[in-house]
């Protein structure tokens, strides 16, 4: 249950963070000009970066940095949950952020 909620809540947190980065003049590309497909490219990036199973360490001492990578199993098994990710983020946009929106016009 734990980790549902924590997908939830990091769904919620981009969709918020997007919504945020669209209305600032810092991210142009965000903007309501740009087309859609862009805009869903950078949801996936979010969402890649919430799931990713990439990990890294470094050891000051040796000045080394040690990058462990999935196996194809946790990789298949990531692709999933980033699929879930993207899920839960395209269902927290169009249920808190574009229902507002539509209520607004």
Known sequence: ???FADQITFGLIV?????SLK????FPL???????????????????ITTVGV????DPEAR???IALPT????FH?????????VFQQAAYQGLIESKKDSKS
């Not at 969709?15 to 919504?19: G, P, Q, S, T, Y």
């Not at 194809?72 to 990789?75: A, E, F, S």
């Open 23 to 26: 209305k600032s003049k810092f």
């Open 15 to 19: 969709a918020f963070v997007l919504e």
């Open 72 to 75: 194809i199993g946790q990789t």
């Open 78 to 86: 990531g692709l999933y949950e980033l699929t879930k990710q993207l």
């Open 30 to 48: 965000l903007s309501p000009e740009h087309t859609v497909t862009y805009k869903r490219f950078v949801a996936f990036v979010a969402a890649l």
């Open 1 to 3: 249950m734990e980790l």
């Open 55 to 58: 990990h890294y360490t470094f």
């Open 64 to 66: 080394t940095i040690t």
